[in-house]
C-alpha cells in the first residue's frame, strides 16, 4: 500500500483502532515486558508497555500516512485538544499511535471518527427580495 501524503485524503481515509488494554509509561533500561513503543531521552528508554493498573488507552490511526505528509498528528492533537482530551502522539513508520487517559478512550474514539467526513454543508435558503425594477435572488449556475 502506497503511503499517502494529501492530509484530506489521510483524513478521510482514517479508521481510529482502540488497542486492547490498558498503558503506562515508564523509564527503564531492562527490557523486562513487551512494549508497545519506546522513546529514547537523556534520562533513560521510556518505554510504553502494557499494565493493568495503566491510566492510558492507545488507538491506533488505521492509515498509512507518509513520513513526508504534513499536519495529520498536528490536526489530530489539536481537534482533541480542543475537546478537552489530554494526548500523546506518536508517529509511527506505517500507523500513528494516539495515548489518552483511560476515561477518555471513547470521546477519542468519537472525535477521531468524526475527523473522517467532513462537516455537512447547510442548506441556506436565500430570500428573494425586490423592490420595483430591482430584483436579488440567490446566485445559481448559469450566473
Known amino acids: 500500500m502506497p503511503a499517502i501524503h494529501d492530509l484530506d485524503t489521510l ?12 498503558y503506562r509509561y515508564t523509564v527503564s533500561e531492562a527490557a523486562h515486558v513487551a512494549v508497545l513503543a519506546t522513546v529514547s531521552e537523556d534520562e533513560g528508554l521510556t518505554r510504553i508497555e502494557p499494565a493493568e493498573d495503566g491510566e492510558w488507552v ?15 498528528t498536528a490536526t489530530v492533537a489539536g481537534m482533541l485538544a480542543s475537546r478537552g482530551i489530554p494526548a500523546n502522539m506518536l ?14 478512550g471513547e470521546d477519542a474514539i468519537a472525535a477521531l471518527a468524526a475527523l ?15 423592490s420595483g425594477a430591482v430584483r436579488l435572488r440567490a446566485p445559481e449556475s448559469p450566473d
Open 11 to 22: 483524513l478521510h481515509e482514517l479508521a481510529p483502532e482502540r488497542l486492547p488494554g490498558r
Open 116 to 130: 473522517r467526513s467532513p462537516a455537512p454543508a447547510l442548506e441556506i435558503e436565500w430570500p428573494v427580495l425586490s
Open 91 to 104: 508517529a509511527g513508520y506505517h500507523h500513528d499511535l494516539v495515548l489518552v487517559p483511560q476515561a477518555r
Open 58 to 72: 492507545a488507538i491506533r490511526l488505521r492509515v498509512h500516512s507518509a513520513l513526508e505528509a504534513v499536519g495529520l
